[in-house]
C-alpha cells in the first residue's frame, strides 16, 4: 500500500489528470473538464440537476467566534434531500467497486493493508479524485463558503476522503489530533468538514469533540499502535462532546482539536464524507518534535 503524507499539498484530484490551466476559468470549468477526464459526465451532470435544491449555507458573527474558541462548530444543513440522494448514490458506488485500490488509496481502518477480502471498517483517501462531480455539489460551495468566512478568500481546497462504517461496525477512530500527523516544524490553519450523509446518531459513531483543545496549537504526544495514529494520554480528556447530525448536516472542526468517533452500534451504515480547506502552513517558532512520525508510514488523519 503506498504512503501518503498529509500535509504534501498536492492536487486533489490526483497527479494522473491534466489540467489546461490556461482553458480553465472557474472551479465549475475544473470539476467539468475533470469528470470528463474520468468518464463521470452522467454523474457529474445529476449532481447539477439537483444543485439549486440547496440552499446557501454561512455563519454568524457568532459563531465564527465560537468555532475559534471552541474548536468545532456544529452546522444543521448544508444540503438538501434532493442532492443527498444522488451524493449517497456515488459514495455507495465508490465503496461497492472500491474506488482507490489499485493506487493504494482504499484500506480498512482497522487492518490497515488488507483489502482483499472483507473489509470492517473502509476508508477512501482523495475520495474527489475518483469522484469529482462532487466538488460542485451546494454540500461544497457552502463548506467553501463557511470556510472563507473563517480563514478568508485565500483558503484553498485540499481535498478530503470518504469513511464508511457498516451496520454494527466494531471498527472506530481512536482519539488523535490532525495535526500529529503534519509537520513538526509548521503551523497549519486547516478546517476539517465531516459531512453527514445520513442520521446519524450518538450510536451510529459521531464525531466527539474536546472544547477548547485546540488552543496554542499544542499537540499532545500520539503513538502508532498499528494503522493510524492515536492519543498517548487520555487523562487529556475532559468535557467530551458528541455531535449526532441529521442527514445533511456538518460539524466543522480545527486541526489541533482532539476527536475520535466511537464504533457504529446500529443497523444502518454510518456514511461520512470529509472534505479539508486551508490556509498554507507557517513555521514554528520553536519546531516540535514528532517521534511517532516515521518516513515510511506518514499517514493520514483519520475523521
Same mark, same amino acid.
Given at each position: ?87 449517497? *448514490? %456515488?459514495?455507495?458506488?465508490? &465503496? /461497492? ?14 487492518? !490497515? ?9 473502509? @476508508? ?12 460542485? *455539489? =451546494? ?5 467553501? *463558503? ?5 480563514? =478568508? ?11 464508511? @462504517? ?18 513538526? /516544524? ?8 465531516? &459531512? ?12 466527539? &469533540?474536546?472544547? =477548547? ?37 456538518? *460539524? ?21 464524507? %470529509?472534505? %479539508? ?21 506518514? !499517514?493520514?488523519?483519520?475523521?
Amino acid at each position: 500500500m503506498a504512503s501518503h503524507r498529509f500535509d504534501r499539498r498536492t492536487p486533489w484530484y490526483g497527479d494522473d489528470v491534466s489540467v489546461p490551466t490556461s482553458r480553465v476559468r472557474d472551479d465549475a470549468e475544473l470539476v467539468g473538464h475533470l469528470a470528463a477526464v474520468r468518464g463521470r459526465e452522467a454523474e457529474f451532470d445529476a449532481v447539477l440537476a439537483v444543485r439549486s435544491t440547496v440552499q446557501p449555507a454561512t455563519l454568524s458573527e457568532h459563531e465564527v467566534e465560537a468555532f475559534f474558541a471552541r474548536g468545532y462548530l456544529v452546522v444543521e444543513r448544508m444540503s438538501s434531500p434532493e442532492e443527498l440522494a444522488v451524493v449517497r *448514490t %456515488i459514495y455507495d458506488t465508490l &465503496f /461497492e467497486v472500491r474506488a482507490g485500490r489499485a493506487e493504494g488509496l482504499y484500506s480498512d481502518v482497522t487492518a !490497515g493493508e488488507h483489502v482483499e477480502g472483507p473489509v470492517v471498517f473502509p @476508508k477512501i483517501h482523495q475520495i474527489y479524485r475518483f469522484a469529482p462531480e462532487l466538488v460542485a *455539489t =451546494g454540500l461544497m460551495a457552502n463548506a467553501r *463558503t463557511i470556510a472563507r468566512q473563517l480563514f =478568508g478568500a485565500q483558503v484553498e481546497f485540499l481535498g478530503g476522503r470518504g469513511m464508511l @462504517k457498516p451496520r454494527f461496525c466494531p471498527g472506530q477512530t481512536p482519539w488523535h489530533q490532525d495535526a500529529a500527523y503534519h509537520r513538526a /516544524e509548521l503551523v497549519y490553519r486547516n478546517v476539517n468538514f465531516w &459531512f453527514a450523509l445520513q442520521d446519524s446518531h450518538a450510536d451510529s459513531g459521531v464525531m466527539e &469533540f474536546v472544547p =477548547g483543545s485546540h488552543l496554542g496549537s499544542v499537540v499532545h504526544a500520539h503513538r502508532r499502535p498499528d494503522q493510524g495514529l492515536e492519543l498517548s494520554d487520555l487523562s487529556v480528556l475532559h468535557s467530551v462532546v458528541p455531535c449526532p447530525l441529521r442527514a445533511g448536516g456538518a *460539524t466543522l472542526h480545527h486541526s489541533y482539536l482532539l476527536h475520535h468517533t466511537a464504533p457504529n452500534r446500529t443497523a444502518a451504515p454510518r456514511r461520512a464524507l %470529509i472534505a %479539508i480547506f486551508g490556509l498554507p502552513p507557517e513555521p514554528r517558532s520553536e519546531p516540535l518534535h514528532f517521534p511517532w512520525q516515521s518516513s515510511s508510514q506518514p !499517514g493520514e488523519p483519520g475523521e
